[in-house]
C-alpha cells in the first residue's frame, strides 16, 4: 500500500514555478497553507487497506460542482490535519514495518474523515486527479481551502 504522508508525495504536476513555499501572490498563512496543501499532493489519493497490486479507485469528476468543491476542501483541511498529527510519529518509526503501521492508521483515519464529509474515497480521489490537471481548479480549491 502507498503511503499518503508527505514528505513521501512528489511534488505536484503544473506547481508553480518555486512552488508554493515561494510564497509568490500568497498573503495570507491560510493561503500558504491551501497553496500547500494542494502543491504538495496531499489533495492526492487516498489509500484504504487493500490486496496487494489492487488500483487506487477513482471517480471520473472532470467537472465538480461547487458544492463537491465545498466537500473537497473541507475534506483536504482534515486530510492535512490528519498527516500533519501522524507525520512525527511516521518519523519516529524505527522500521519498515512499524511506518507501514503508522501509515495504515493514519491512512484511515483520512478516509474516515472525508466519508465523515459526505465523500467516497473514489469522488475524493476523482476530484484530486482534476485538482491536479486543471490549473484554474487547482487554483480554485486552493482559495476554498484558505478559507
Known amino acids: 500500500m502507498k503511503a499518503f504522508l508527505p514528505p513521501d508525495r512528489p511534488k505536484a504536476k503544473n506547481a508553480p514555478p ?7 501572490g500568497l498573503r495570507s498563512v491560510g493561503g500558504f497553507l491551501a497553496a500547500s496543501v494542494v502543491a504538495l499532493g496531499l489533495a492526492g489519493p487516498l489509500t484504504v487497506s487493500r490486496p496487494a497490486g489492487a ?3 477513482y471517480e ?3 467537472r465538480p460542482t461547487d458544492e463537491q468543491l465545498q466537500r473537497y476542501a473541507a475534506a483536504v483541511r482534515k486530510v492535512s ?3 500533519a498529527e501522524y507525520q512525527p510519529r511516521l518519523e519516529a518509526a524505527r522500521d519498515g514495518p512499524a511506518k507501514q ?4 492508521e493514519a491512512d484511515q483515519k483520512m478516509v474516515d474523515q472525508v466519508e465523515a464529509g459526505g465523500m ?3 469522488e475524493y480521489n476523482g476530484i ?3 485538482v491536479r490537471e486543471n490549473p484554474e481548479l487547482r487554483q480554485k480549491v486552493e482559495r476554498l481551502v484558505g478559507q
Open 18 to 24: 518555486g512552488g508554493a513555499a515561494s510564497g509568490h
Open 55 to 57: 488500483q487506487t479507485v
Open 120 to 122: 467516497s474515497v473514489a
Open 60 to 62: 471520473a469528476v472532470d
Open 101 to 104: 503501521a503508522v501509515r495504515v
Open 81 to 83: 490535519a490528519v498527516a
Open 128 to 130: 484530486s486527479r482534476a
